[in-house]
């Protein structure tokens, strides 16, 4: 088990696309969280007191897994269906021929990396927000407790999307296939379904159980929450922390008992 | 050392409505290379995989010293494997490529060095495996094969894309560690590829067996003798009066239900004498082929 998860660690350092991602990540979460630093201040103060009670910080930190969630599932997805491609599932499982022993190696791995990206995420909101507030003014609230918590669970969420990634692409061993579900479902399906979600009481029950939906509730914040208005009757952070280890496990199983068991031709 | 002996046992399996191996048994032993041959097709690859736990027989076994290879505590330190040459991430590392093997198998990576500099990758293995030739490759499979020092190997079509240079050096490798006590296993389509090298030979087609057992006993099955005399005429009248089955060639007679004492002596009655007398071996590759049937691509 130990000797697989170390294979597997040695998989990811030995190629490049996990930089790759973590650099376009940086980038894109550092962007955002600024625009939110630089931006929120004016807004809230227009809205005549409205948003008063939003968090500024927080929103900006939460960029991380508001619009950075989408870097550890593609980079779990690609570490899965990656074997497939390039019939490394080979040497794989004559190294480690108990198939499973090598997929619980894969969620560690996965796991790891995710915190390794929430790291990324975090510095580049945290940093980059937290700089741009300063200078526009607004108070970063980097002393409190509830920003720090919020930190820590956007550690755990980028985590559990990074396993959700391994699994779904056990699920889906086509590199291309997963990419374009996870790019449809992430960028358009899933902000369409959470916004036309929350119109209906029933439906909005149903909708927090999306897994952005559920991320958000995990983190505690999201710009994605502010714009459907769905954040009154969200999760609790730790029940959505169980949503998306379900789909995760969800995943896993579907996939450990199907595509993974296959015959390796 | 001595290697696990391999055995197959009414092994099948079917893809969907295709049978791929057909109740097929044999047995492959420690000390000697076991050449395992067939047409393209024939269900060599789906054999070895099935062997090692990566394709699931539909009935029978494959086991080594009988245990599955799933079930081997130390797989690659109990068998060598190298499959085919495209097994790999084209951006990682060759030498990176044996270091996830390794991490997996417990072994250390001075060891990933060492099987490197053995199969002649020393300096090619810190490069993305994406640029190596297809000689490059088969030398990475082998390296890989080699990494936990097992007593057995199995290796699919590992001289295919190889130079003179690296198929003679392959040559003297595995009679090297067959030499030591290991099961060697190699598989080929080619005939004259392995000719030299195997001691044995397990010949399949369309999923079957169709021969097991030493080069020579191959040899041996079928032969005839090229016969001439002056009066070649009389001498085909006379052999072919006495039973023999002649067939008329440029250079002479082939005559084949006689042995060449047998012909000498019947020439000498019919007091003709003769001017060639040579027992002649159908050849290995005609051999092979009448085993393997209408298939066979050589």
Redesign the interface.
């Given at each position: 088990m130990l000797?697989?998860l170390?294979?597997e660690m040695?998989?990811i350092t030995?190629?490049?696309?996990w930089w790759v991602l973590a650099l376009i990540l940086f980038g894109w979460v550092g962007f955002n969280a600024s625009v939110i630093g630089a931006l929120g201040g004016v807004i809230v103060d227009q809205s005549g007191g409205a948003l008063d009670a939003l968090s500024i910080p927080s929103l900006a930190y939460s960029v991380v897994t508001a619009v950075g969630y989408v870097f550890p599932l593609l980079f779990g997805a690609l570490a899965s269906t990656?074997e497939f491609r390039?019939?490394?599932l080979?040497?794989?499982?004559?190294?480690?021929?108990?198939r499973n022993v090598v997929l619980a190696g894969k969620v560690g791995a996965g796991f790891f990396w995710g915190v390794v990206y929430g790291v990324v995420g975090l510095v580049a909101a945290v940093g980059l927000g937290a700089l741009v507030m300063q200078l526009t003014g607004v108070d970063p609230e980097l002393g409190s407790s509830d920003t720090w918590a919020l930190i820590a669970r956007a550690l755990l969420a980028m985590a559990l999307w990074a396993v959700v990634g391994v699994g779904l692409g056990v699920l889906m061993p086509n590199q291309v296939a997963v990419i374009v579900v996870v790019l449809a479902f992430t960028q358009f399906l899933e902000p369409l379904l959470r916004t036309a979600a929350a119109f209906w009481e029933w439906t909005a029950a149903i909708g927090k159980f999306l897994p952005g939906a559920a991320t958000d509730a995990l983190v505690g914040s999201s710009i994605y929450s502010l714009i459907s208005g769905s954040a009154a009757d969200a999760l609790e952070w730790w029940q959505g922390g169980l949503v998306l280890g379900g789909y995760a496990a969800l995943f896993l199983i579907i996939g450990g008992l199907t595509t993974w068991r296959r015959?390796?031709? | 050392m001595t290697g696990a002996v391999i055995e197959i046992q009414s092994l099948t399996k079917r893809f969907g409505g295709t049978t791929a191996v057909d109740d097929l048994s044999f047995r492959v032993e420690p000390g000697v290379v076991t050449g395992f041959l067939g047409p393209n097709g024939a269900g060599k690859t789906t054999t070895l995989r099935s062997l090692l736990g990566l394709v699931k027989p539909t009935s029978g076994s494959a086991t080594f010293d009988g245990h599955a290879y799933a079930e081997l505590p130390d797989p690659l330190r109990t068998v060598g494997t190298a499959l085919e040459a495209s097994s790999f991430h084209p951006g990682r590392s060759g030498r990176d490529h044996l270091r996830v093997a390794a991490a997996a198998a417990g072994i250390p990576d001075s060891r990933v060095d060492e099987v490197l500099e053995w199969v002649g990758l020393g300096t090619a293995g810190g490069r993305r495996a994406g640029g190596y030739s297809l000689g490059m490759r088969q030398r990475l499979g082998l390296a890989f094969a080699l990494l936990g020092d097992p007593g057995a190997l199995v290796l699919d079509e590992p001289i295919n894309g190889l130079d003179p240079e690296g198929i003679r050096w392959i040559r003297g490798f595995l009679r090297s560690l067959a030499a030591e006590g290991r099961t060697v296993l190699v598989s080929s389509h080619l005939l004259s590829e392995v000719q030299q090298t195997v001691d044995r030979v397990v010949i399949i087609s369309h999923g079957k067996l169709a021969y097991q057992g030493t080069l020579d006993g191959l040899e041996t099955g079928i032969g005839r003798v090229h016969v001439d005399a002056a009066d070649r005429e009389g001498l085909a009248r006379a052999l072919g009066a006495a039973g023999a089955q002649v067939e008329l060639v440029a250079d002479g007679l082939h005559v084949s239900g006689f042995e060449a004492t047998a012909i000498g002596e019947l020439a000498l009655a019919a007091a003709i004498p003769l001017r060639l007398l040579v027992p002649e071996r159908e050849g290995l590759e005609d051999v092979f082929l009448g085993l393997v049937g209408e298939g066979g691509e050589l």
């Open positions: 000797r697989s170390r294979s040695l998989k030995t190629t490049r696309s990656g390039h019939q490394t080979t040497p794989t499982f004559l190294a480690t021929p108990r015959d390796v031709t | -």
